[in-house]
């Protein structure tokens, strides 16, 4: 079965750089999320998506910003990248908003230095 | 809000032993409940959800989890682990309120660490 693909796998940025990571959800699902895992941290909600909309925000730095596309793909865009943004990035998908199950991709490693 | 309090941090224990990892909760609205695994240098893995119904579900690889409305509970347990066990298990719930303002959105807790030696 498909799963959610996430690219790159591994990225590595200088500090003030810029990064853009991609996420391509399970066919026909309308719902992506965005979570960061900070090194030893448990997986934070950064941002979701339905129908190509924003549904929910959360502890997203404003130098950061997403949006989904009409093919339902999804790319967090971040910018004047910072240490402690070095961390694994996972997107997920659901076919619907209810909660009740999301797919997550394998992550993709951002390394700033 | 929710917050998800996973009681051990690490839990070492020999292969075929018993294991229990302990996950509390707290919010304000009724929830679904989630344990997902990680292994090294992995993403996460579903491992099993309680959405409604029977209060003990299972996963296919023999782990169980009951939740517990009165003590905000839902522990995950393993009458007999073996070594591929070994991996980092996370405790997550979301707002049961279909289409509700939090859309899905997973809150997880610190994660348990759960070693299984020979």
């Known amino acids: 079965a498909a799963g959610v693909i996430q690219s790159p796998r591994h990225l590595i940025k200088e500090k003030r750089e810029t990064a853009t990571l991609k996420c391509y959800p399970i066919?026909?699902?309308?719902?992506v999320y965005w979570y960061q895992q900070g090194p030893g941290q448990d997986p934070q909600f950064l941002i979701s998506f339905y129908e190509k909309m924003q549904s929910d925000k959360g502890s997203i730095p404003d130098r950061f910003s997403a949006q989904q596309f009409s093919d339902y793909h999804s790319e967090l865009n971040m910018s004047s990248l910072e240490l402690g943004d070095s961390a694994l990035y996972f997107c997920a998908s659901s076919p619907d908003t209810s909660g009740d199950t999301q797919y997550f991709g394998p992550g993709t490693r951002l390394t700033v230095l | 809000a929710q917050s998800v309090t996973q009681l051990d941090s690490q839990v070492p224990v020999f292969e075929e032993a018993p294991v229990e990892l302990r996950c509390n909760y707290s919010s304000s609205v009724s929830v679904y409940l989630f344990w997902y695994v990680q292994y090294p240098n992995q993403g996460l893995q579903l491992l099993l959800k309680?959405?409604?119904?029977?209060?003990l579900v299972e996963s296919i690889n023999g782990f169980e989890a009951e939740f517990n409305k009165s003590q905000t509970s839902f522990h995950l347990r393993k009458p007999s682990v073996h070594i591929s066990d070994t991996a980092e298990y996370f405790c997550?719930?979301?707002?049961?309120?279909?289409?509700?303002?939090?859309?899905?959105?997973?809150?997880f807790g610190q994660g348990t660490i759960l070693t299984v030696h020979p």
């Open positions: 309680y959405l409604s119904g029977s209060t």
């Open positions: 066919p026909r699902h309308d719902t």
């Open positions: 997550a719930v979301s707002d049961s309120n279909a289409g509700g303002t939090s859309y899905g959105k997973l809150t």
